[in-house]
């Protein structure tokens, strides 16, 4: 039977071949890993409007009368890199605010906010900033640090994890906040000694301080828009799943709008939050669900917060905050009903949850689910799944859950997850592998700006398991390590999948959409902890060439 279909594969691209197509663009002399199982490799790529007509090592019998000629020399070619989860405009402002991740000293981190609001004086909200606090032992920032640096600037800057964020008293004062001011259910707010907010936020809370930040306008907006997208395929980037941060409406009309004038830089799946299923269902009668450029559908929920600010939903304890298991930041009461009602609609449904409670609880919603609304094609996606129990692993591959995973994320919290787990619940982080071996479809993206966008980096984490702090230089829990080609097949074909543009975009062969990527250097031929100084070269979509590296 092998030889039947090795006989067949072999005609279809013979007679492709001999079909004297013409063709607008042939790549040649490259070193193109395909992800086609049939034809794994290659050396010459054509391709005729927005479609790929030839894969194979020849140019054939194609026309290249009226073709653009590209001698890639030897570079290698990979399928566009599709990003699974960002928040995408948010990146697009985070690109020209304050950049505090890299802050390793409280000193660092004052002067970084000092410098940045010397160099932008004004009364203008200061947002972004990403900052890490076990840079410098784990101490909370407090608003006193910075108050007398940053000048009239209310300032509201995040934690990298999104969950948990730090105002000065300028933003206190215009959220018109104290100490006894009421707390949203599944959020904190720090208090000092003297019953006063230090100005740190976790979750929920948040909403505390963002509901007095001014809406940024449509024009800031398409502006974020522009900064990102460029950002984004300068990094290998064709595709990009937007979980959303300013509500999701704005998010999608920036997007239609972009749309529309010809002007979006790549491919959007845009999400909306979970609680707004039934308005997206209703936009969905109305106006469909989009196309293979610009398209929704997909709603997006919460069970719990992060690790890194101890707001990621356990069974047992922290390590070192014995207080709390962390939040289930939404009622499991309605967020079990808003995922059956999304189902039912035929929307997808991913929603976050990082603690392995966090994990087995939206595991059994899902499960519910099935029974419930009846079996179809629906592609539920876990967000992160980042600590598991080996049974829910098996859930994911039983239950046909996406997990939706993000290796840079280990580079960070490898550096000190080991002061918050025991190593038993450690052990089933970011478990890559073992969700591979147990048959589970395995996405993976940035989370930015959580993480950076640069899909190479995340290649490097997946294949290496190298933390920030160079102390595990042969891999933190190195037996969850995967192959080039396994993480290369979780940034295209599955996430491709993930977002049901499977048989359109995710593998480099003839009918498929001209997505795909040129690399500086052979990712199979370099020493794997070098991957992420690799550079993109060309960036293509649509059959376009949006950027080539001069």
């Known amino acids: 039977m092998k030889y039947v279909k090795l006989f067949i594969a072999v005609a279809i691209l013979l007679i492709g071949c001999s079909q004297n197509e013409s063709a607008d663009k042939i790549y040649i002399n490259a070193k193109i890993w395909t992800g086609d199982t049939v034809n794994p490799s290659a050396t010459v790529l054509a391709i005729k409007d927005n479609k790929i007509i030839y894969v194979g090592n020849e140019v054939g019998n194609l026309d290249t009368s009226s073709a653009e000629i590209i001698d890639l020399k030897g ?13 995408f405009l948010l990146g697009g402002y985070a690109l020209a605010s304050v950049q ?33 606090h076990e840079n410098w032992g784990g101490e909370l920032p407090q608003k006193e640090w910075i108050d007398s640096v940053s000048g009239d600037h209310p300032l509201f800057v995040q934690r990298y994890d999104g969950h948990m964020a730090f105002a000065n008293s300028k933003a206190l004062s215009l959220a018109k906040i104290s100490g006894t001011s009421s707390v949203p259910s599944g959020g904190i707010m720090i208090i000092n000694k003297l019953g006063e907010p230090t100005g740190v936020f976790k979750d929920e809370a948040m909403l505390m301080i963002s509901k007095a930040i001014p809406e940024p306008t449509q024009d800031q907006l398409d502006e974020y828009l522009v900064r990102a997208g460029q950002y984004a395929i300068e990094h290998g980037v064709t595709k990009v799943n937007d979980m959303s941060i300013y509500g999701g ?122 029974k419930v609304n009846g079996s179809r094609d629906r592609r539920f996606r876990v967000e992160h799944a980042q600590h598991l129990t080996q049974d829910a692993i098996k859930r994911f591959h039983e239950l046909n859950v996406i997990a939706s995973m993000h290796p840079y994320h280990l580079v960070d919290d490898g550096n000190w997850a080991a002061k918050r787990l025991d190593s038993t619940r450690l052990r089933g982080t970011y478990a890559f592998k073992r969700m591979l071996d147990e048959g589970v479809t395995l996405t993976f993206g940035s989370d930015w700006t959580v993480a950076p966008i640069n899909p190479l980096y995340g290649i490097y984490a997946a294949v290496t398991r190298r933390t920030g702090n160079g102390l595990n230089p042969n891999g933190w829990f190195a037996d969850e390590k995967i192959s080039i080609e396994q993480a290369l097949r979780a940034y295209t074909m599955d996430n491709a999948y993930g977002s049901f543009l499977d048989n359109k975009l995710g593998v480099l062969k003839v009918g498929m959409y001209a997505d795909l990527v040129v690399l500086n250097d052979d990712l199979f031929s370099i020493k794997p902890e070098t991957i992420k100084d690799v550079k993109v070269l060309r960036t293509v979509i649509n059959g376009k060439e949006v950027f080539v590296s001069h």
């Not at 890299?102 to 909200?125: L, M, R, V």
């Not at 009309?253 to 308005?279: D, E, G, I, M």
């Not at 808003?338 to 189902?343: E, H, K, N, R």
């Open 75 to 87: 570079k290698m070619m990979v399928p566009g890199f599709m990003d699974n989860h960002t928040h």
């Open 249 to 370: 409406w704005p998010e999608l009309q920036t997007y239609r709008k972009a749309y529309a004038a010809n002007k979006l830089p790549l491919r959007v799946y845009s999400f909306v939050p979970l609680t707004k299923w039934a308005s997206l269902d209703s936009f969905v009668k109305k106006n469909g669900k989009g196309d293979d450029m610009l398209h929704w559908g997909g709603v997006k929920g919460f069970v719990d917060g992060s690790l890194g600010s101890t707001t990621a939903w356990f069974y047992q304890p922290y390590l070192d905050d014995p207080h709390t298991s962390g939040l289930n930041i939404t009622d499991t009461v309605l967020l079990r009903k808003w995922v059956l009602g999304a189902d039912r609609a035929g929307l997808q449904v991913a929603v976050h949850a990082i603690g392995d409670r966090a994990n087995d609880f939206i595991l059994s919603v899902y499960d519910d689910a099935n």
């Open 100 to 132: 505090l991740k890299e802050a390793k000293t409280k000193q660092d981190f004052i002067n970084t906010i000092k410098a940045y609001c010397i160099a932008h004086p004004g009364d203008s909200w200061i947002q972004g900033g990403d900052w890490d």
